[in-house]
């Protein structure tokens, strides 16, 4: 499933970010790439250590835990610590598959990566190129949001960053290990989620959305892992 939340970071939070983002020290992005992906990979990364990007990092992490949206789709069970990029004219990043399993840094922990996630910290006006195209069972989808926006979709999906022409795409990359490993059963959920909330601001009739809710909650029950 591919999710759009639009609107995750309030115009207040988008600047604070991009202020941060302004004082890091961004270096080639090359480091924390795979081998593979190391060879089609062209960008700047803010070294996950620089009290910039932690900071603009809590600042996202803050605004994940108050969307309920992205609590629907994402059903998050641990979430990566946001890194950040930057593409400037001529970068890009080819076609890829992203690493099934990452350290967290700083623990001993790993996380699988379920899903993949993309924030969007510069408007489609200041650049040209550089859409984030993802290929599912449906062929490939451009996307290229609004700042502030986030784009969910699953992590077993080859994707690439399109070559930047003018300008420069900034962004903060992470991912979600989710209670619901399948992408299929998790879009079940934010599916029928979807529908529950919608009918009760309808107020639908009542024993029917009981019945509804309890076919979420037992769905779940089903097949979250903790
Ligand atoms: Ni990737």
Known sequence: MLARIPSLLSPGELAEVRGRLERGAWADGRLTAGYQSAEVKSNLQL???DPAAREAGEIVLRALERSPHFASAALPRHVYPPMFNRYEAGMAFGAHIDNALRPIPGTPHRLRTDV???????APHEYDGGEL???DTYGAHAVKLEAGDL???PATS??????VTRGARLAAIFWI?????????????????????TLAAEAAHR??????????HNL???WADL
């Open 177 to 197: 290990q989710s209670l619901v490993r399948d992408d299929g059963a998790r879009t079940l959920l934010f599916e029928l989620d979807r529908a529950i909330r």
């Open 158 to 163: 080859v994707h690439r960053v399109e070559p």
């Open 207 to 216: 024993e029917s959305l009981v019945s509804l809710t309890a076919c979420y």
């Open 47 to 49: 070294r996950e250590g």
């Open 220 to 222: 779940l029950r089903r």
């Open 133 to 135: 195209t993802i290929e």
């Open 116 to 122: 993949s996630a993309t924030l969007f910290l510069t």
């Open 151 to 153: 784009v969910l979709y």
